[in-house]
């Protein structure tokens, strides 16, 4: 009786293990038919079990393709029956994909961002007038907090100045602007101003709770 026991790694390599062994012998099976037409009957048997046993797929546009395409994989292609949507290509299907081309950015100062370079070049290409002034000290105030948010310490207008003159390769220059950015308890203060009217919708309600646990009266 042991001689008899069948171990996994004695048996068949399973193309798609999800379908299971069983269907993989059917598949075998088919193979082994001498007339068309009887592994035609097989192959369609076969789909209508794939599909049972894969129930999400029929949600999935072309569903039905989609079997097909599998019952050739599992039959390593080697299979002689009629799909309602063609053989598929070995080449095709075993293919892999050209690797995606993720941006190389490396920029000097990472702590901007790369975000802010898009905005100094949106801000070049714009002519001179009020509204290049307004998006060039916006984008200086943006670098400064982003700075700030890096270092806590504080820092000076002419270090931001410097950054944005060498970023926008010298076009844009605020190193004698008499105009200064916002200073730093305001370039931070969004935190805390949430924090505090946190704290004190906490204290309000507290303080309601205790109102009216003291009017209340004990019958």
């Known amino acids: 009786m042991i001689d008899d026991l069948e171990y996994n790694t004695e048996r068949e390599h399973l193309i798609i293990p999800e379908y299971g062994r069983h ?38 546009p072309d569903f039905q393709h989609k079997l097909w395409d599998q019952l050739f994989i599992m039959a390593d292609f080697d299979i002689d029956v009629d799909s309602p949507y063609g053989e598929p290509s070995k080449e095709e299907i075993q293919a892999r994909p050209e690797p995606l081309k993720y941006p190389q950015n490396h920029p000097k100062y990472r702590f901007y961002g790369n975000n802010i370079k898009t905005m100094i070049d949106v801000a070049v290409s714009w002519e001179d007038g009020e509204l290049k002034d307004a998006l060039t000290y916006t984008i200086a105030n943006h670098m400064k907090k982003c700075f700030l948010n890096w270092n806590k310490d504080t820092v000076e207008d002419d270090v931001i100045f410097d950054h944005l003159y060498e970023l926008s390769d010298g076009k844009i220059n605020l190193k004698n602007s008499e105009e200064d950015l916002s200073d730093a308890t305001s370039l931070l203060r969004t935190k805390s101003k949430y924090g505090s009217k946190t704290n004190s919708n906490k204290k309000s309600s507290s303080s309601n709770k205790k109102k009216y646990s003291s009017n209340r009266k004990r019958y």
């Open 23 to 60: 269907l993989q012998k059917m598949i075998n099976y088919a193979k082994t038919r001498e007339t068309k037409e009887e592994r035609n009957k097989i192959a369609k048997a076969i789909i209508s079990v794939m599909g049972n046993l894969q129930p999400h797929l029929r949600d999935v």
